[in-house]
């Protein structure tokens, strides 16, 4: 018999086959009948999930390609590449133009900004790894999108108001011409075969494309807040090439040969074709004048030294002020009498004009004849306040009233009048419209006539001249004259400003300016005797006859004399209602309450410098005696030696013309400086700080030409060249050790400063002035190249010298000095003697701790006080010892030494010259500040304190990393 398990094992490479061969041939149906159940109960449901589930991602999808065309659409608004189908109100989900919607929708944008987009992963979608993934891809894009279309909205919200006014006028005639073009295209597919309306058709379309590219430029722009003058004007000169509506096709022979055949209402396209074009227009015109304003006076003029291109947008602009102005005037007529022909009531419209017109007359006719009466009622109501008011003040105080209103009442009256009438008027009674206009320039030409009647009148009145009734009638008719002048002022600004002058508004305001001084100055020069009498009065010379009226009536006061009457007539009224008001007790009370809190505030500041004294006395103290401005110096007997070889100089009993001051910081250069720029009276004498580091040799030569004011050096030839015509003069070049840094490659300027020094330059004496470490150090590199025959150095003051110096700032500060009891110890016989032997003492200190040195010895006189209250307790004076620096590395010592051969450095600069790297440096500076060896100032550079100058000069010394000359 036959063995499966055994024929299983011999087919040793088939297990499948193994498997399938022990089985039973009547098995194997039931066995590949239960696979296909197991196939169909587990598998394919799962499939069908799957299947299901993907319609999940139909939503996600659409949602995400709804969000793109969006975007896109926003993106082209804000690019200026609109399709011609744009709609703003399908695109921008609020009203541009209302601003209460666009800030509550920019509010919420900034809300959805800071709140998390997330999305939970549908369960269906779990099963389904390639679903899953396409769903996260889909939700990343969504929210990539989502932040592009916000950022998109909140650009367009943030635009400001009259720009987007501006955008919503300008795209709701878009969409208005979109529907017109559509309208055209299906009346030229109706009448085909006909060659004038296809004509006319193609013209139109024509002329809308020009329009939208106008536009398209236009919109491309006028998001960005600040683009230049020439992008503005070269967007701008875009619009006039938009021919006028009216000329874009041949409406009225397309009329008149068509008029018994169906078309369409030609008038309306016409009217909706001018309506885009002044929209845009005058949108654009104003987008641009304003970028042009926003650019300033010196924009302006900046272009007029582009003559071409400035002379050609001025050009433009005159040319199309009168078509603008035209356009503006006579556009509501034109609009109101076609659509009155599209109705058939013509004759209606004419009779309502006519109306119309008759009513501006009446009505203004009638305002200003009540204008007349208007003062006449006020005098009948201050008569009869008169005689019920019973109080002096008050019945003065009623006349100063009354006396200024009577005369500006008529002006009044029309200007509130006229305005009123035209605010309330339909809009469809253009004509009543302009009684606002026309009231407001009446009112103007009134308003300045009574100004300056009034100013003419005061000038004579106030100080003391009569006026016959002959002189007021021609200063009235004078100011009458005047008065068109203002007028025609006022006129041509606001036809200028509304007309889309961008430069035109520039030279308007200049041509406005001129014409009013001329005016005025012409109304003055008519009475130049009286004006020059009210000047001497206004200036408290007295109303007197023997006034000399010519003092005032120099050639070059004429010149401005409209802006001293101006300014003399508001000092003079100022004054006057003080005056009058001080009648009243009230204001007489609250005048001198004033007065006594104005004295009591300057008392209580000066208590109060006091009390901060009480309060803060150290700190005060300290700044008081460390301020080197306005405090008093002492000028110790050493300018006599600094002047004897500058005099030989000049006298020509010596060619030697450098002189080298050397010194410490803080040993008195700057004092010595100053008093020699006071005292030499010679010769012109002038001082040139080298500012740091001046390491270039062009920016020396540069330095030296602008402060001898020469012409561009390139070698020292050139400046000796330059140099012969100029006048003998004494030049102090003060900071000399920033023409160097002690690296390879920063010691030209210096080298070609000593080559300035050494050239024949007779008609300059050199004073150089630098830091003695700097000039030891420089003697060492340059050892044969020096030639200073005359060399200074400074002295060490005297402790007398020192005691002047602190003393005379002490006394200053109002605080009692106080000496410390191991200072009055020493042996004196009374208090007073004590006193004396303590003062030696510590000025004797401070002399040998400091070096003489004034600024160490104030500084550790500083350092040595305490102040309490008002006095001033004064201990041992003492210098920093050297025990922290025998502590430093050699790292750090290297670093203050070349601070100290450079007087101060930068960080950089410290770098450069010890070759450390920057953690090294920045961590000596560091340290140097802790211990406070430093100082850092406002530009970041870094110095030695002066009170550790003489420790860790001597420290570096004895290290060998200073010279010691």
């Given amino acids: 018999m036959h063995n499966p398990i055994s024929a299983g094992k011999a087919l040793g490479s088939r297990p499948d086959m193994r498997f399938v061969a022990g089985i039973r041939p009547p098995l194997r149906p039931l066995l590949l009948l239960i696979s296909l159940l197991f196939i169909g109960v587990f598998v394919t449901p799962a499939l069908a999930d799957c299947k299901q589930a993907e319609a999940l991602l139909d939503k996600p999808a659409q949602r995400l390609q709804v969000l793109i065309e969006q975007r896109n659409r926003l993106e082209k608004l804000l690019s200026g590449r609109l399709s011609a189908s744009f709609d703003i109100s399908k695109n921008v989900p609020v009203a541009l133009d209302r601003e ?195 650019l300033g006076w010196a924009h302006f003029f900046k272009d007029l030294t582009k003559p071409r291109s400035f002379w050609r947008q001025l050009a433009n602009e005159a040319s199309e002020a009168p078509t603008n102005l035209f356009d503006a005037v006579t556009r509501p007529f034109i609009r109101e009498y076609r659509r009155s022909l599209r109705l058939g009531n013509r004759g209606e419209l004419l009779s309502e004009w006519f109306l119309q017109t008759l009513a501006l007359i009446g009505i203004m006719s009638g305002l200003m004849r009540f204008a007349r009466t208007v003062p006449g009622a006020i005098s009948r109501i201050q008569q009869n306040l008169l005689g019920s008011l019973q109080h002096k003040l008050l019945l003065q105080f009623n006349s100063a009233f009354m006396w200024f209103i009577k005369p500006n009442a008529p002006w009044l009256v029309v200007l509130v009048g006229t305005n009123l009438i035209a605010y309330y008027v339909p809009a469809e009674w253009i004509i009543l419209k302009w009684l606002g206009p026309i009231g407001t320039l009446y009112s103007v030409f009134r308003a300045a006539r009574v100004l300056l009647e009034w100013m003419i009148s005061r000038t004579f009145t106030r100080s003391g001249q009569f006026v016959p009734t002959s002189a007021a009638e021609n200063q009235a008719a004078d100011a009458h004259t005047v008065s068109w002048v203002v007028v025609l002022c006022f006129l041509s600004w606001v036809l200028v400003k509304g007309t889309g002058g961008g430069y035109l508004m520039f030279f308007n305001i200049i041509f406005n300016f001129a014409l009013c001084w001329a005016g005025l100055l012409w109304l003055m020069l008519r009475y130049r005797e009286g004006v020059a009498r009210f000047f001497l009065f206004v200036t408290g010379k007295g109303k007197g006859k023997n006034l000399d009226a010519g003092s005032a009536q120099k050639w070059w006061m004429i010149l401005i004399w409209p ?183 920063y010691l030209n300027a210096y080298r070609l400063f000593n080559q300035c ?134 790292d750090l010592c290297f670093i203050y030494a070349s601070i100290i051969i450079h007087k101060s450095l930068s960080g950089d600069e410290i770098m450069l010259v010890t070759h450390y790297a920057e953690p090294i440096v920045r961590h000596a500076l560091k340290q140097g500040l802790h211990l406070g060896l430093l100082r850092r100032d406002e530009t970041k550079r870094y110095r030695i304190d002066p009170i550790w100058q003489g420790t860790i000069i001597s420290f570096l010394i004895s290290k060998n990393m200073l010279w010691n000359m």
């Avoid at 367009?156 to 073009?181: C, F, H, N, S």
């Avoid at 960005?224 to 000169?237: C, F, R, T």
């Avoid at 009591?600 to 005060?620: C, S, V």
């Avoid at 350092?863 to 001033?872: C, G, K, Q, T, W």
């Fill in 100 to 294: 209460l919607d666009v800030f509550r929708a920019r509010h919420e944008l900034a809300v959805k900004e800071s709140d998390t987009d997330s999305s939970e992963i549908p369960a269906a979608l779990e099963d389904c790894p390639p679903l899953e993934k396409k769903w996260n891809s889909l939700q990343y894009q969504l929210s990539s999108e989502k932040d592009l279309l916000r950022q998109q909205q909140i650009q367009l919200y943030d635009l400001p108001k009259p720009t987007r006014q501006a955008l919503v006028r300008v795209l709701g005639q878009w969409q208005t011409l979109y529907e017109l073009q559509k309208e055209a295209d299906q009346w030229a597919e109706k009448d085909a075969e006909s060659p004038d309306t296809v004509a006319l058709v193609n013209q139109v379309n024509q002329w809308i494309d020009l329009w939208r590219d106008a536009t398209r430029n236009w919109l491309s722009q006028l998001h960005h807040n600040s683009p230049a003058g020439s992008d503005s004007n070269n967007i701008w000169g875009l619009t006039p090439q938009v021919p006028n509506a009216d000329e874009a096709a041949d409406w009225v022979n397309y009329v008149e040969s068509h008029s018994e055949g169906e078309s369409p209402d030609l008038l309306s396209w016409l009217d909706q074709m001018e309506a885009a074009e002044s929209a845009l227009l005058r949108e654009s015109s104003k987008w641009r004048n304003k970028k042009i304003w926003d």
């Fill in 563 to 745: 802006l001293l009457f101006v300014l003399a007539h508001i000092v003079d009224v100022v004054l006057n209602m003080h005056q009058k008001l001080m009648v009243f007790d009230t204001y007489r009370s609250i005048s001198i309450k004033l007065m006594r809190w104005r004295l009591a505030a300057e008392a209580k500041d000066e208590e109060g410098e006091t009390e901060k004294d009480e309060t803060l006395p150290d700190e005060n103290y300290r700044e008081w005696m460390l301020m080197d401005e306005g405090k008093p110096s002492l000028d110790i007997n050493i300018l006599s030696h600094v002047l004897t070889p500058i005099q030989l100089w000049n006298k020509d009993k010596s060619d030697d013309n450098v002189l080298l001051i050397v010194g410490d910081q803080g040993s008195g250069k700057s004092t010595l400086l100053n008093s020699l720029q006071e005292k030499w009276e010679d010769t012109t004498i002038s001082m040139l700080r080298i500012p740091p580091k001046t390491t270039n040799n062009e920016l020396l030569f540069s330095l030296l030409a602008s402060h001898l004011g020469l012409e561009k050096l390139n070698s020292v030839s050139d400046l000796v060249k330059h140099c012969d015509g100029l006048e003998p003069q004494v030049l102090i070049i003060e900071n000399t050790q920033n023409l160097f840094l002690s690296e390879v490659g």
């Fill in 757 to 890: 020094l050494n050239a024949n330059i007779p008609n300059i004496y050199w004073v150089v002035v630098m830091h003695s470490q700097s000039s030891i150090y420089l003697s060492c590199v340059f050892n044969r190249e020096l030639r200073f025959t005359n060399v200074f150095k400074m002295p060490r003051w005297s402790p007398a010298d020192i005691r002047r110096l602190i003393l005379s700032r002490h006394q200053g500060s109002r605080r009692t000095l106080k000496y410390d009891e191991l200072l009055l110890s020493a042996s004196a016989g009374s208090e007073s003697s004590s006193i004396r032997a303590a003062d030696s003492r510590v000025f004797n200190i401070l002399w040998e701790q400091s070096g003489g040195n004034p600024q160490i010895a104030i500084q550790l006189w500083v350092e040595a006080s305490r102040s309490r209250e008002r006095v001033v307790d004064i201990g041992v004076p003492a210098k920093p010892g050297n025990t922290l620096l025998k502590e430093l590395k050699d």
